[in-house]
């Protein structure tokens, strides 16, 4: 079954962005290359219940088991040794990676309070477009009684977009809501 995200795409979003950027080759045309997700757990060393809670959080947010990320070197000013359980991280591609999106532009961000939009500016330089989001309660499919703390969490979208212009309309055109610039 294809994502309607992903029909979207390539029934509307294509043949606007090819018109638009005069684009001569299909391959072209920016597309979503992967979605990272990123969860700090700097306590993970010594509760490891917060680790496997988190765990437990972005499988059920993704449908996907993250992966435990380890200090590559120590650093004493925040007591990490190299090999400590510092973060979770998963990477979604094809079918998740579009269900996800979807549910995060359509359920999750308008769940947000005071909900303004998302700053159009936190762009890379090449399309790529990093959120941060404050708590993981904004996700339906997090109880909220089976949480032991609020964490926050990254969201990576990384496309193949070459220029911000390109990867930010990409998003617009994907549903990403954007604040409006006044």
Partial sequence: MVPRLRERYDKEIL?????????????QVPRLHKIVLNV????GNQNQKALDA?????ATITGQHPVVTKARRSI?????????SVGVMVTLRSIRMYEFLDR????????????????????DGRGNYTLGLRDQLIF??????????????????????????????????????FKRSS
């Fill in 15 to 27: 043949p606007q962005l090819t018109q638009e950027f005069h684009y001569t080759n299909p391959l």
């Fill in 40 to 43: 700090g757990v700097g306590e």
């Fill in 54 to 58: 988190t765990v437990n959080d972005l």
């Fill in 76 to 84: 004493a000013a925040f007591k990490v040794r190299e090999g400590y």
């Fill in 104 to 123: 995060l532009v359509n359920v999750a961000l308008p769940r947000t309070r005071d909900f303004q939009g998302i700053s159009p500016n936190a762009f």
């Fill in 140 to 177: 339906p499919e997090i109880d909220y009684d089976k949480i032991d703390k609020l964490r926050g969490m990254e969201v990576c979208i990384v496309t193949t977009a070459r220029t911000d212009n390109e990867g930010r309309r990409l998003l617009q055109l994907l549903g990403m809501p």
